[in-house]
């Protein structure tokens, strides 16, 4: 029997990733879609569009219970993957409340709805993010690792791991969370600080623009290759018991040593062209954020391969070779 699976966040670069894994796997995908990106197929499916004849889209709205109770009751699907959120952690400090309703509501739709549909055999997955552990209490960060987010969108994840653990425990549900360390990609937003210097250096080499602007280029983080982190998600849904897994790299890197390598690939310094702009720093700074994956590597042998300067590289080549072609 062909397994059925439905991605929220479809669109999305983890959600398009996904829906290729799986597609390639053989099941039949659906993903939820708000219709607005229906009628702007351009703007917003150009992340899935060389996939659209192979996937089912349905337009929804994750901020309406009926909205994703009808989908989930026409499809009743094997996998349930939830990854569509407000996720830029900057917005969510100008934008509490839509972040925090929007991020947990739909969380709590999701799994309201296939409690309530007693789907017994659909299998659910929670994207949670390392933004949970904030100021962190050791490092690296495990399982057990105390949460304390400093960001709304981090509380509304702490949020949307504690229904997708208490469906779990309360219900039965096979229900899982991902605690998914920075995972970026040819396919990551632009307002994301990856991205944000890859463009901008491919931008500035091509003589397009001018200065690189950055907030706290001290951050650390752990930055993955986002492929190889949806099939860690897979991976969790395969177990015949639901759990909650740490996914990363183990190591950690500045937002200034990105910059110095994605400048140092078209031969430039970054240096010369970087601004520090006070308005790009956040409220409460998440300063270094570095996984312990032994979990899942023990568990499915889940490690990464795509090295941090490998990722970079081809960051800034797609980006280079992408904008030389438009000029
Ligand atoms: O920031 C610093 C910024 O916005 C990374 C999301 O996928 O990963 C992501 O969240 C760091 C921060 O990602 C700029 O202050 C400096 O320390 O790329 P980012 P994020 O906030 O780590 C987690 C795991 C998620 O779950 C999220 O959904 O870079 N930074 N200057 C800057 N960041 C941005 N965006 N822009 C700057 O100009």
């Not at 509380?155 to 425990?169: H, M, N, P, Q, W």
């Not at 463009?199 to 930055?223: F, H, P, T, V």
Request: with cysteine.
């Amino acid at each position: 029997m062909t397994k059925k699976a439905i991605i929220t966040g479809i669109t999305g670069q983890d959600g398009s990733f996904l829906a290729e894994l799986l597609i390639n796997k053989g099941y039949e995908v659906h993903g939820i879609v708000r219709r607005v990106a229906i009628e702007d197929p351009n703007q917003r499916y150009w992340r899935i569009k060389n996939n659209l004849n192979k996937i089912n889209i349905h337009a929804g709205t994750m901020e309406n219970y009926s909205s994703i109770f009808k989908i989930i009751n026409k499809i009743k699907p094997d996998e349930f993957y939830h990854l569509a959120a407000q996720s830029f952690v900057s917005d969510s400090f100008n934008d509490e409340y839509s972040t925090l309703s929007s991020n947990i509501n739909s969380t709590h739709y999701c799994l309201s709805a296939i409690k309530e549909l007693d789907l017994k055999k659909t299998k659910f997955y929670f994207a949670g993010s390392s933004e949970m552990f904030g100021k962190v209490h050791e490092s690296p960060q495990n399982e057990s690792t105390p949460f304390h987010p400093r960001s709304i969108y981090g509380i509304s994840k702490v949020a949307g791991f504690d229904l997708t653990r208490y469906y779990r425990e309360a219900y039965g549900m096979h229900a899982s969370s991902g605690i998914l360390f920075n995972h970026e990609s040819e396919r990551r937003g632009y307002e994301f600080v990856t991205r944000k210097i890859s463009y901008s250096a491919a931008m500035i080499k091509l003589g397009l623009q001018k200065n690189l602007e950055l907030g706290n280029i001290d951050a650390k983080r752990d930055w993955g290759y986002a492929p190889e982190y949806v099939n860690a998600m897979w991976l969790m849904l395969q177990d015949k018991k639901a759990d909650d897994y740490v996914v990363g790299t183990g190591k950690a890197y500045s937002v200034r040593d990105f910059a110095n390598i994605a400048f140092k690939i078209l031969n430039m310094d970054y240096k010369k062209y970087l601004k520090i702009k006070k308005h790009l720093y956040r409220p409460s700074e998440v300063e270094t954020l570095i996984s312990d994956p032994s979990k899942i590597k023990k568990k499915f042998g889940w490690k990464t391969k795509v090295s941090f300067d490998k990722l970079v590289e081809r960051m800034v080549i797609n980006d280079y070779d992408a904008l030389k072609k438009r000029v």
